[in-house]
């Protein structure tokens, strides 16, 4: 088939499009602002118009599509129903049917942005070549996506995937963006890696480079780290031993052949990742046959090609 | 369809056989004993000459038969290869092509027994009406099975569904079977029930109508409880708490529809799985729409439904 599709990954600042040929080759890739104003009403229309638009300066028409995909900023059912979209301002509807109608009936599909990313991944980027994964993206949060059989599975709310919020951390008393206390987004998110270093620098006594720097960050943390500042170090391993904890836990239920790490947190690359491996390993002691620990590829990208593998199935 | 099949699930001291109707309708169940004698290798032969002799009692021959299903104790591959069964002596080899070979080319499957119990539970048992639920058997140690979309989940290694090998308990000094520490059969199995009431014992200074049992088992303490006994309750509690935690981690990976509790401790009913799903709904805020936790209800045949189904597709 020389059909083309769009991929499309709405954020809370931008929605990213691309353009795809069939086999995934990325032709052309843009962007233009998410604008909120009015409960996100004009966030698809300027979608369709930005689609319609690159299209005739390719060309192209709407007929030249086998369709377009979209990740979305919240949890999708089956059939592209959604309760909400926070950070676009959107209540009950759905989105792929509204595009799909301002764009002349072109087929839509879509899913939650963090899935499609995994999806992405999967398909062209650090995870080619598996079926089954599990992406871990370590963001300003911590996300998720489940690819079982080179799908994206939800469970039945749409909550499948989201590793981010299974407890972990035993008597944390600050409450989690979920409602829940402990979960694995507060110690191993960009701001929770920032968070445990504030924690151990309060608490422990020793010289370390990170102490007097204002508003403490991730990359602080891992910088430190790198070159050795003990305490950063301790840091870090405690966000790790926790990930890989969870990972190692995901291990005993679905058993997959790889976890893709992603996000700002892991342009650490294997610093990271090596520590993650370490602890997934030690306790998942009855796989013998360890996944394997990988580092996403597609950055920001990977959105706009799950998007588009949606439609190319 | 009006062809039968065959139901047959392999443990260490008997091997369990039912001859079922396309429906699931069981019509005859039997067991014969497991030859462990020269490394296992009657089994088959005996099951397969079991077979032949009760359908010729039936007035049925080997061609009235769409095929047999197996649960075999340990890790199956999806073609049926295992590398290993430890209870039946069992070393690398394909028993359901065995099998099949001395049934003159019937068809056979083959599955874990834990897996195939869930599938059983969800065709025919407590988990009727659900298509994604997670199976989790409190007995001697904990097992489990992962059934989305109506077919058992293995993983690339067979490991998919070890809920009771998720690593749940920090600092646990004792060893678990499986080579970690602290996983939730080391306090959610008969045995790990009895071990958490007995260091309770130890610990605390309270009267408690346990002090004085030799041999403390799950049972006491779950009678215990349900008398109304402080320290057995909160040993229960505590075990509870585990398996909850657990259950809400498989949430947050799968979002399944239902978590089927089977087992010898399962007797307890929903003194048991109450107290489950409070500690499962708290720490899963995230998932709005709860997961319901119910009772298996096929008991010992689980494993034989499950194996029939196998077959039934």
């Given at each position: 088939?020389d059909?083309?599709?769009?991929?499309v990954d709405i954020?809370?600042?931008?929605?990213k499009?691309g353009?795809?040929?069939g086999?995934?080759?990325?032709?052309?890739?843009?962007?233009i602002?998410?604008?909120?104003?009015?409960g996100?009403a004009?966030?698809?229309?300027?979608?369709a118009?930005?689609?319609r638009?690159?299209?005739?300066e390719?060309?192209?028409?709407?007929s030249?599509?086998?369709?377009a995909?979209?990740g979305l900023?919240?949890?999708?059912?089956?059939?592209?129903?959604?309760?909400f979209?926070?950070?676009?301002?959107w209540k009950a509807?759905n989105p792929?049917e509204?595009?799909s109608?301002?764009?002349?009936?072109l087929?839509v599909?879509?899913?939650?942005?963090a899935n499609?990313?995994?999806?992405?991944?999967?398909?062209?980027?650090g995870?080619?070549?598996?079926?089954?994964l599990?992406?871990?993206?370590?963001?300003?949060g911590?996300?998720g996506?489940v690819?079982?059989n080179e799908?994206?599975?939800t469970?039945m709310?749409?909550?499948g995937?989201?590793i981010g919020?299974?407890?972990i951390?035993?008597?944390?008393?600050?409450?989690?963006?979920?409602?829940?206390?402990?979960?694995?987004?507060?110690?191993?998110?960009?701001t929770g890696?920032?968070?445990?270093?504030?924690?151990?620098?309060?608490?422990?006594?020793?010289p370390s480079?990170?102490?007097?720097?204002?508003?403490?960050?991730?990359?602080?943390?891992l910088?430190?780290?790198?070159a050795?500042?003990?305490?950063?170090?301790?840091?870090l391993?405690t966000s790790?031993?926790?990930l890989g904890?969870?990972l190692?836990?995901?291990?005993?239920?679905?058993?997959?052949e790889?976890?893709?790490i992603g996000?700002?947190v892991?342009?650490?690359?294997?610093f990271?990742t090596?520590r993650?491996k370490?602890y997934?390993?030690?306790?998942?002691p009855m796989a013998?046959?360890?996944?394997?620990i990988?580092l996403?590829?597609?950055?920001?990208?990977?959105?706009?090609?799950?998007?588009?593998?949606?439609?190319?199935?």
């Amino acid at each position: 088939m020389d059909q083309k599709c769009i991929g499309v990954d709405i954020g809370g600042t931008s929605v990213k499009l691309g353009l795809f040929q069939g086999d995934g080759t990325l032709l052309r890739k843009w962007e233009i602002p998410t604008r909120k104003e009015n409960g996100g009403a004009y966030i698809l229309e300027d979608i369709a118009a930005s689609i319609r638009r690159q299209l005739s300066e390719e060309g192209l028409a709407l007929s030249d599509l086998e369709g377009a995909g979209m990740g979305l900023p919240g949890p999708v059912l089956p059939d592209g129903h959604i309760e909400f979209c926070v950070n676009l301002g959107w209540k009950a509807g759905n989105p792929q049917e509204t595009l799909s109608g301002l764009l002349d009936g072109l087929p839509v599909k879509s899913g939650n942005d963090a899935n499609v990313a995994a999806l992405g991944e999967m398909w062209q980027g650090g995870g080619r070549g598996y079926k089954n994964l599990v992406m871990v993206t370590l963001g300003t949060g911590v996300g998720g996506g489940v690819i079982l059989n080179e799908k994206i599975w939800t469970g039945m709310q749409g909550v499948g995937g989201e590793i981010g919020h299974m407890h972990i951390v035993e008597g944390e008393v600050e409450r989690c963006n979920c409602g829940g206390f402990g979960c694995l987004e507060q110690v191993a998110s960009a701001t929770g890696i920032a968070r445990v270093a504030g924690r151990l620098l309060e608490k422990e006594e020793g010289p370390s480079s990170l102490r007097g720097i204002r508003n403490l960050n991730a990359k602080n943390v891992l910088d430190a780290a790198k070159a050795g500042d003990a305490l950063a170090l301790k840091a870090l391993d405690t966000s790790c031993y926790y990930l890989g904890w969870a990972l190692a836990a995901v291990t005993m239920v679905l058993d997959p052949e790889a976890y893709l790490i992603g996000g700002g947190v892991s342009r650490a690359g294997t610093f990271l990742t090596d520590r993650i491996k370490t602890y997934h390993d030690q306790l998942s002691p009855m796989a013998t046959k360890k996944a394997d620990i990988v580092l996403a590829e597609l950055g920001n990208d990977a959105g706009i090609y799950g998007a588009a593998k949606l439609i190319l199935g």
